[in-house]
């Protein structure tokens, strides 16, 4: 029965090293290039972007492949789901080619994130249900907060209002994340993973919930090879972007596995609620874009592009690692620890900064 994950994860691998290859071929040849110019791109030379489409369609075709032979019917994840995931996705991959080769202007590029979560939660990738992580009982609808199905607001439901939000918001926190060769393919994997893992423990035995994880992560392992530093090819707008749909729709999927999410993307969310902050507060377009980030903040102090990303890959991999020990009443201590470790950083990081900054003028 484990050729149900084993082959999965290996035919999403090697064929995502297949198209990565005439994918970025492809890319030099109708010229849909990222050339170094502003402060904040780091490479030094030209880069093909569109590696998102090999990410895409690798994933989707293993997906079509373990959906005909069965793999995914556990009773469990529904057919529309699995439909929302593929047009939610490729609502996604359009925008983000369009971006790519055309550079669309923000409001253009925000129209496709949006899209591609009506979509999801149309298909019905939506909360039905929150728990309440301070109590315990025989089942997650013996511990429920919030019963989102029981509310409606005209024609949504609040659940999928909330789904809703959730996906946009994760969509955005990989978009701004993609600054550093492997970056965001590195913890979309980590992610991916550990909400197999997390499925192993909560779901049915065999289920298309640890199916679609492995399909995804063997996915973006497979770009990883030529994504990480120094980058041969680059996600681009539609992978960035396709990353956080996907780890957005899974933690849905798995049965509102929110707080896991929470834990994995947990540094990179704060950070993008800080630099969001800043730049509203500085009187600055939201989505403008600035070396601020937490990423760029670690270069500055002296690390190199290898070393920041392998330090965000642990901390993403010891908070996420942590979901699958903890019991709901402790990943709440856990989202705290997240937030401290967060704010720490920033400390450290600025007090380096200002440091480093004194010396080169004297």
Known sequence: MFQQYIIPFLLSFFLAIILTKVIKKIAWKFDVVDRPGESRRIHPKPTPLLGGVAVFVSFVVVLLISWVLGWLDDGVLLSGQILGIIFGGLVLLIGGVLDDK???????SFLFPVIAALVAVGFGIAVKYITNPLISGSGPYGRALFYFNWVNLGFMSFGA?????????????TKFLDGLDGLVTGIGTIGALILFSVSLFWNEP????????????????????????????????????????????????????????LLIMGIPILDIIWVVFRRIFSGKHFYQADRKHLHHRLLDVGLSSRQTVL???????????SSIFLQS??????????????????????????????KVDI
């Open 206 to 261: 065999m289920s298309a919930m640890s199916v679609l994880c492995l399909i995804f992560a063997g996915s973006l392992l497979g770009f990883l090879i030529f994504n990480f530093h120094p980058a041969k090819i680059f996600l681009g707008e539609g992978g960035s972007t396709f990353v956080g749909f996907m780890l957005g729709s899974l933690s849905i999927i798995s049965g509102g596995k929110l707080a896991t999410a």
């Open 329 to 358: 009443q402790h990943k709440v201590f856990a989202l705290g620890a997240v937030v401290f470790v967060m704010v720490i950083m920033a400390v450290v990081l600025v007090g380096m900064y200002r440091k480093r900054m004194r």
């Open 161 to 173: 209002l909330f789904s809703f939000l959730w996906i946009v918001g994760m969509i955005y926190t």
């Open 102 to 108: 055309y550079d669309l202007k923000p409001w253009q």
């Open 311 to 321: 330090l965000l890959y642990l901390l993403t991999l010891i908070f996420g690692v």
